[in-house]
C-alpha cells in the first residue's frame, strides 16, 4: 500500500490565504483597469497588469496547493507535490514576460510622455496599496517556507512596489506637471519585477533540476556521516528537494564488519534529521568486504 509523504506540507491555512487574498485582487483589478485607461497612465496600467498576473498567479498556486495535496500511488510514488514547484516556475516566467512588456511600453512613453489625468490616478493608486498590503499580509506567512507561495507574494510585492511608483508618479504631476514621471517610474516598477523575478525562477528549476538545497551544507552532512562509530567511507551521496521545504537524501555508506548495522542505521538518520531537518533518508549500508573501488569512494578520513 503507499503512503503519501507529504500531508505535513499541505496547509489549509495556505489555502484559506490564497483564497482571501484573490477576492481582495480581482474587484480591484477591475477598479485599476479602467482607472489606467480613462486616466491614461502607463504607470497605473503597469499595476493593473501585474495584478492581472497576480490573479492568474493565485489562482494557478491554489490550484497547485489542492493538486499536491493528492496521495501518492503507484504511478507517482511521491504524489504531486511538485505540482507548486511547476506552479512556481510559471508564476516567475509571466512575471520576466510582465516587467519586459511594462519595460518596452515605458521606454517609447520617455521621448512622448503623454498628459495624465493625475489627480484620479493618485486617489486610485492609493487605494490600490491599501489592497495589495493586505493581499501581502496574508501570504506573507507562507512564502517563508513553501516556494509556491513565494511566488504568489512575489506577484503581490511587485504590486506593491507598482502603487508606490504610482503614487510618487501622481504626486509628482500633479505638483509639477512633469508628465515624464509617469514612464520614468514605470521603468523603474519593471526593473524591479524582473529582479523579483530571478529568485524565484532560480530556486524553482534547482528544485526541478534535483540540486542541494541552498540552506544544505554537503561537506558538513559528508561529515556529519562520517562521524558515526563504524563508518569507513561515504559515496554516491545525493541531497535534493522533492518540494519546497521537503529535502530528501541517499548515500551508500561503509561500515566496519564488527559493527551493528541496524544501530548504525538508526544513529545516521537521526543524526540526518536532528543536524539538518532531513526526515526523508535512503541510507544503503555496506560492510568493509563490500567497498568500492576507490575511485567511486569519498573517503571521510
Known amino acids: 500500500m503507499m503512503h503519501n509523504r507529504n500531508d505535513s506540507h499541505t496547509h489549509p491555512a495556505s489555502k484559506r490565504s490564497l483564497t482571501l487574498a484573490l477576492l481582495v485582487t480581482v474587484p480591484w483589478f477591475i477598479v485599476e483597469l479602467i482607472a489606467g485607461f480613462y486616466t491614461n497612465s502607463l504607470a497605473l496600467l503597469a499595476d493593473a497588469a501585474h495584478m492581472m498576473t497576480d490573479l492568474a498567479a493565485l489562482s494557478l498556486s491554489l490550484f497547485a496547493l489542492k493538486i499536491s495535496a493528492r496521495p501518492a500511488t503507484n504511478e507517482k510514488t511521491f504524489g504531486y507535490v511538485r505540482a507548486e ?3 512556481a516556475l510559471a508564476n ?5 514576460l510582465v516587467g519586459l512588456s511594462v519595460a518596452y511600453e515605458a521606454y517609447h512613453r520617455l521621448f512622448r510622455p503623454p498628459a495624465v489625468r493625475s489627480a484620479m490616478m493618485l486617489a486610485v493608486a492609493g487605494v490600490g496599496l491599501c489592497a495589495n498590503l493586505v493581499a501581502a499580509r496574508l501570504l ?10 513565494r511566488g504568489a507574494f512575489l506577484h503581490v ?5 507598482g502603487s508606490v511608483g504610482a503614487i510618487s508618479a501622481g504626486i509628482v504631476m500633479v505638483v509639477w506637471h512633469w508628465y515624464l514621471a509617469d514612464p520614468a517610474v514605470s521603468v523603474i516598477v519593471a526593473v524591479l519585477i524582473l529582479f523579483s523575478s530571478w529568485r524565484l525562477l532560480r530556486d524553482s528549476v534547482d528544485v526541478l533540476l534535483e540540486g542541494t538545497p541552498r540552506h544544505l551544507d554537503l561537506c558538513a552532512i559528508l561529515a556529519d556521516l562520517g562521524s558515526v562509530e563504524g563508518v569507513i567511507s561515504v559515496h554516491d551521496l545525493h541531497v535534493w528537494s522533492i518540494t519546497s521545504g521537503l529535502p530528501a537524501l541517499s548515500c551508500h555508506v561503509v561500515l566496519r564488519p564488527e559493527v ?9 538518520c537521526g543524526l540526518m534529521l536532528e543536524r539538518h531537518r532531513i526526515e526523508h533518508t535512503t541510507i544503503q549500508i ?8 576507490k575511485s567511486r569512494v569519498q573517503e571521510l578520513f
Not at 510585492?157 to 512596489?161: A, F, H, R
Open 140 to 149: 506573507s506567512r507562507g512564502a517563508q517556507e513553501n516556494l509556491n507561495l
Open 92 to 96: 516567475g516566467v509571466i512575471l520576466v
Open 157 to 161: 510585492l511587485g504590486d506593491i512596489i
Open 85 to 87: 514547484i511547476l506552479a
Open 260 to 268: 551493528d548495522s541496524l544501530e548504525a542505521l538508526k544513529a545516521l
Open 286 to 293: 555496506e560492510k568493509e568486504e563490500m567497498i568500492l573501488p
